[in-house]
């Protein structure tokens, strides 16, 4: 491939940590020690708050640690909470399987698509097809990454969903430092959980996942499901004009509101595609909100179908019935039994038609439908002992409309603080801190007029209970929380870190509805 990466940028990702803090002038001695350490190519650096004063120590004292490690002959650590005084402060990384390579190469980089017939439009794409490329891999196993930026852009890949290492997360400046247009990061993690996730950048997010940046992560379960036939199908609203051209991804007046929405709904970026199945047989049909904005209604008239889990979870299988809320961020995996050949049925957002699904022909033997899917593990909570903590989910849109200096407005807040997009040091004041192991019942209360998406990375919670729906318990990453309404989620604080916990409509992301919860 052209512009390979090359090993300086791991020592420059390092550098750059130490000058956005003192200036060029200060990198001279560890300019020298990163690169002795990177000519010994066995490790990376994951500087986790890289700007503390304390770094430059912290990092030439880790480097000639790791030196002596390696040149003691003992094997890699996998990751090491280095304490400042204390609890870790940040995390650095080392691959215990350095040798072992990456599964993916994936380029995000500038794409033409046509979405209005006849003209285009200049999308962004992880790999050639805006959603993304699919990535794929079995529940338990490694995930392995390698991202190459080819974008005009500095970018991060978040992995939507997966219980990962903190220093994986993506989160510019918590987890990692923003990838430069030109350099590559390596991610690599194992997946604990079976389910469909899906990945996207955390920077500049209304314009990056607005223009294509989004794209599924499918984690197959170790053992057959029973499931012979599977689609998924990515839905995305694109930001555009009657010719192509992108539009305003965030104005300020409709961020006040339910967010800034697009114009064109697709289905893996095609608009009203037909999408084939095989007559009388069971598909399984992973469903992905991978929008910015909407909340799609998801209804079929006349379906036969079935939830086999909600945002990767399993759940005990239930009819679709006559709609289901697919939030930002969210997914659903319905078995379909597609009827006779030649019959369609209409995958709709409401009233609105987004795709056809037609029958095809097909000569296998029906088969029964699968049983439910095997559980993921994840923690029960344990609620007779969990802490209770209140989260409020403000509107405070009258209270300062300023678009000064290229500044969002401020028009949401958690807990009477709203998240300033712009400052890098809003995770250094997280809004909860959670001991390790203990279990939480979250009080999420929804204070506005409009509806929520609230996800929290690292951790999978249990929805147990709401003033508005009957809840039938489920893990999940991401609760629609309905305007005004009133639920409860539980966890098991079982991930340390420092985790963003946001409403997935990514321009009431970057006008304040954004918090961290931290964890140790
Ligand atoms: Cu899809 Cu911060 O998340
Ligand atoms: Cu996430
Ligand atoms: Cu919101």
């Excluded at 080819?150 to 939507?160: E, Q």
């Amino acid at each position: 491939m052209t512009g390979s990466p090359n090993d300086c940028a791991l020592h420059s990702y390092a550098l750059r940590a130490i000058e956005m803090l003192y200036g060029a002038g200060a990198t001279a001695s560890i300019r020298r020690a990163a690169l002795t350490v990177s000519q010994l190519q066995v490790y990376r650096i994951c500087l986790l708050r890289a700007w503390r004063p304390w770094l430059i120590r912290e990092v030439v004292e880790f480097m000639s640690f790791t030196r002596r490690q390696i040149l003691g002959g003992l094997a890699g650590l996998v990751v090491v909470g280095v304490g400042a005084g204390g609890a870790s402060r940040y995390w650095l990384g080392k691959m215990a399987d350095a040798e072992a390579g990456h599964d993916y190469e994936l380029i995000a980089a500038p794409l033409d698509v046509e979405l209005v017939p006849g003209h285009k439009t200049e999308a962004w794409a992880f790999g050639p097809s805006a959603p993304g490329t699919e990535l794929r891999v079995r529940q338990g196993e490694w995930l392995r990454v390698r991202f190459i930026n080819h974008l005009p852009v500095a970018t991060t890949i978040h992995w939507h969903g997966i219980r990962l290492p903190l220093e994986m997360d993506g989160v510019p400046y918590v987890s990692q430092l923003p990838v430069l247009p030109g350099e590559y990061f390596d991610y690599k993690f194992r997946v604990p959980d079976a389910g469909s996730y899906w990945y996207h950048p955390h920077v500049s997010s209304s314009e990056e996942l607005g223009r294509g940046l989004v794209g599924p992560l499918i984690i197959e379960e170790r053992e057959p499901t029973g499931f012979v036939y599977e689609k998924t199908l990515s839905l995305k609203n694109w930001h555009i004009d009657d010719v192509g051209n992108f539009v305003e991804f965030s104005i300020p007046r409709e961020a006040a509101r339910g967010g800034t929405a697009g114009r064109l709904s697709t289905i893996n970026g095609v608009p009203l595609p037909v999408i084939e199945l095989p007559a009388g047989q069971i598909t399984r049909v992973r469903l992905l909100n991978l929008d910015n904005t909407l909340t799609y209604r998801i209804n079929i008239p006349g379906v036969e179908a079935r939830i086999y889990a909600l945002d990767g979870n399993p759940v005990e299988p239930r009819p679709l019935g006559k709609e289901y809320w697919l939030g930002p961020g969210m997914r659903i995996c319905l078995a379909i039994k597609a009827p006779a050949a030649g019959e369609e049925l209409s995958l709709r957002n409401g009233p609105v038609r987004l795709g056809t699904l037609r029958s095809v022909a097909n000569t296998d033997a029906p088969t029964d439908w699968p049983k439910a899917l095997p559980a993921n593990p994840v923690a029960e909570p344990d609620l007779a002992n969990a802490e209770k903590l209140n989260f409020n989910f403000e509107w405070v849109g009258s209270v300062s409309v300023n678009v000064d200096n290229g500044r969002p407005p401020s028009l949401w807040q958690i807990n009477g603080k709203a998240w300033d997009i712009t400052d890098k040091t809003c995770a250094d004041r997280p809004i909860a801190s959670l001991k390790l192991g203990q279990s939480y019942i979250f009080e999420l209360k929804n204070m506005t007029q409009y509806q929520h998406p609230i996800h929290l990375h690292g951790m999978s919670f249990k929805v147990i209970a709401s003033n508005r729906h009957k809840i039938i318990p489920y893990f999940t990453d991401t609760y629609l929380l309905g305007k005004n309404e009133r639920a409860q989620v539980a966890l098991v604080a079982d991930n340390p870190g420092v985790w963003m916990f946001h409403c997935h409509v990514i321009d009431h992301m970057e006008t304040g509805l954004m918090a961290a919860i931290e964890v140790a």
